[in-house]
């Protein structure tokens, strides 16, 4: 009788199932991406979520790389499979149209966390939140204010452990070129707001004060890798996340910043990551969100165990290991920032 192959150990997997998004963000590249914006069938996703169950050992399982996962017409079906195979599940969403079914779904199946990237804290900010088409941001906010009142409510009737986390950038290291929570003022006047909504309608709430601050800079309350790290708790089950804003490896700068791509260096991301486009193409981690580092395609090279342990991915991560980079994407997202000299326009621009 032939021996079961080991499950592949990753720390995080990836399955976009679309790659669509109802929003526009200054801080996202989907705003530049030039891949098309498809769902991924139902069948295989399913199929998809019983190939990582079968052959990867996994922290946690997004349903995103690019794209906003609620808009996905079976994704409540999707969620549940993944739920019921045991995956521990992140669901990651901006929170606008993820429906009271799917909702359910999260909560009463034992999904482990909610993020719902708020982003943005007012109308006056709420261009680096922009939604395809008019939208007011107060309309987006009571929909978040929805979501959490529902999710509350449900996570008491269920008597669910699943976390529901509501993220901000944290721009304290890009203004005034970039200001959403750039101090630790705003951060609180976030905190005190929600505090007090949850008290005004009828949730029992907390005060509640920012961490001290952290070595690592910006306000000190960074995402960080313990899930209880870094944020503040407003409610049971509920908290509040300060998340630096990122570049998505060099590919979201502003006009005044050069990269110059390395030609040497090492990255973790392909050996800790498994992440499957809406295509079907995996590539070499979550960062990728061009498509350019393909290792393989489920629709093509069978299951996802041939395409990891397949001579593409090998060669990949074993360049990295010698300290070679293997792409020029990677050269990209490695390479060293700096800040061209601005003009007089610039200066009075940015001033």
């Known amino acids: 009788m032939p021996e079961t192959p080991l499950k592949i150990p990753v720390r995080f997997a990836f399955l976009e199932v679309t790659s669509r998004c109802n929003f526009r963000c200054q801080t996202c590249p989907l705003v530049r991406m030039k891949r098309p914006m ?10 998809l979520v019983d190939d990582l169950v079968d052959n990867f050992v996994f922290e946690d399982l997004a349903f995103h790389v690019m794209g906003e996962p609620a808009l996905h017409p079976d994704i409540g079906l999707v969620v549940r499979h993944a739920l ?8 990651v969403t901006n929170g606008s149209v993820l429906d009271e079914s799917v909702l359910h779904t999260l909560v009463a199946n034992g999904c482990w966390r909610i993020v719902v990237s708020v982003h943005t804290k007012d109308l006056e900010t709420s261009r680096s939140r922009a939604e395809a088409g008019t939208r007011r941001f107060s309309r987006y906010e009571r ?44 951060a609180q006047f976030v905190v005190d707001e929600w505090s007090q909504w949850l008290v005004g309608s009828g949730f029992e709430g907390r005060a509640a004060a920012l961490p001290a601050p952290a070595d690592s800079g910006g306000l000190g309350v960074l995402h960080q890798t313990d899930p209880a790290g870094g944020s503040v708790e407003l409610a049971r089950g509920l908290r509040v996340r300060f998340k630096r804003s990122y570049s998505f490896g060099n590919s979201v700068v502003d006009n005044l910043v050069r990269v110059t791509p ?8 392909p050996a800790e990551q498994i992440a499957i486009l809406s295509n079907g193409d995996v590539v070499s981690c979550c ?3 061009e498509g ?3 290792l ?4 093509v090279h069978g299951n996802l165990r041939d395409i990891w342990t397949g001579p593409v991915a090998t060669r990949f991560r074993s360049e990295f290991a010698a300290g070679r980079v293997p792409s020029a994407r990677c050269a990209q997202c490695l390479g060293r ?12 621009e940015y001033a």
């Open 38 to 47: 498809v769902d991924m069938p139902t069948d295989l996703a399913l199929r």
């Open 84 to 91: 019921e195979r045991g995956a521990t599940v992140n669901f």
């Open 143 to 186: 929909k978040v204010q929805s979501l959490v009142g529902r999710f509350l409510t449900l996570r008491a009737a269920a008597e669910s452990s699943t976390m529901l986390e509501l993220h901000y950038l944290d721009t304290s290291a890009y203004r005034p070129r970039l200001d959403v929570i750039g101090d630790r003022r705003t």
């Open 262 to 269: 390395v030609r040497a260096g090492t990255c973790k991301l």
């Open 287 to 289: 960062v990728d969100h």
């Open 292 to 294: 350019v580092n393909v």
């Open 296 to 299: 393989g395609n489920v629709n």
């Open 337 to 348: 920032r700096f800040r061209a000299a601005r003009r007089a326009s610039q200066e009075a």
